[in-house]
């Protein structure tokens, strides 16, 4: 039986063992630098559930390099594979941060807060960030990111494998998202997605530059409603939508700014997904696939906690914490609503039409 002929009127039915039969479902992957722990633990957990069948992945910046490295681990190993590949990444990035200048400061250590904000280096990189262009700066040697996913992934695997991947960046000259899909799929595209301007230069790719994929997608709903089989789309989000609070200090703006921007297109996308599902009938077509879809989130109110400096924080044990809260998230999901996975969202869309 193929993807594409399983039924999820069946999905929650149980077999002669009393498992669940084999349910196709989506993956969408937020960006948000090393915060994308939190989705390596997410995507541990959801490999153990061999009822889950992943037909498709969108994923931008830090997503869509585990959307990337699972797609690969999952061509050549299956289920183990893919979690294999992802420890090894998330392992290899904490490696070629060990030396790196942005270490938190002793006080934050002794004190077990993962936040840089007190690292010299960074609130020098960030100072700099918004009156020096990167253009203006020499840099020298490659993206260490350029080498270890060469290493990690198979791009071959990728373009060949079970796996549609949708991967998002953001055209610099049009401003408008593009989305790479499996063949391809390389390191620069990948770097692209992930590549803040303030800090990065462009990426060019086919004569065109890109900037993170964020701006645009963050990540994309489209091609997972246009290309892909499920009808079930778990939505891992480690950009918060709601923060307590005002902002008051110049870093705190900045960074509410940009978790605004970064989750706009996908409450957009959301939203339209919402009002389609109010008025459209069934079997109208295009609008009726928007309409029937079913949402599902994973989240955790632990990313609120956490700033944006934390972001660049590449230790292993940060890294291992936000694996340990993905896969306590994902459980906790599991547990409430796995009856519910391909009968009914578990995500309440008609809130996001409020207001309107």
Partial sequence: MTKASLSTDLAVSKGAAGRRKPLIIDLALQGGGAHGAFTWGVLDRILEEDWLDIDAISGTSAGAMNGAVMASGYAKGGRAGAREALERFWRK????????????????????????????????????????????????????????????????????????????????????????????????VLLASACLPTLFQAIEIEGDCYWDGGYSGNPTMTPLIRESNALDTILVQINPVERPGTPSSARDILNRLNEISFNAVLLKELRMMAMLRQRAQPGSGDGARWAGMRIHRITSDRMAELGYSSKLNAEWDFLTMLHAEGRRSAEAFHGAHKDQIGKTSTMNLDELTQGI
């Fill in 93 to 188: 990035v904490s490696d070629a941060a060990r030396f790196s200048p942005f270490q938190r400061s002793p006080l934050d250590k002794l004190l077990g807060r993962w936040t840089l904000d007190n690292s010299p280096l960074f609130v020098a990189m960030d100072m700099m960030s918004r009156v020096v262009s990167p253009y203006s700066l020499t840099l020298s040697g490659a993206n260490p990111l350029d080498d270890i996913l060469s290493d990690v992934i198979d791009f071959e695997a990728v373009a060949n494998g079970p796996i549609k991947l949708f991967v998002t960046a953001t055209n610099v000259r049009t401003g408008r998202g593009r989305i790479f899909r499996n063949h391809e799929i390389t390191p620069k």
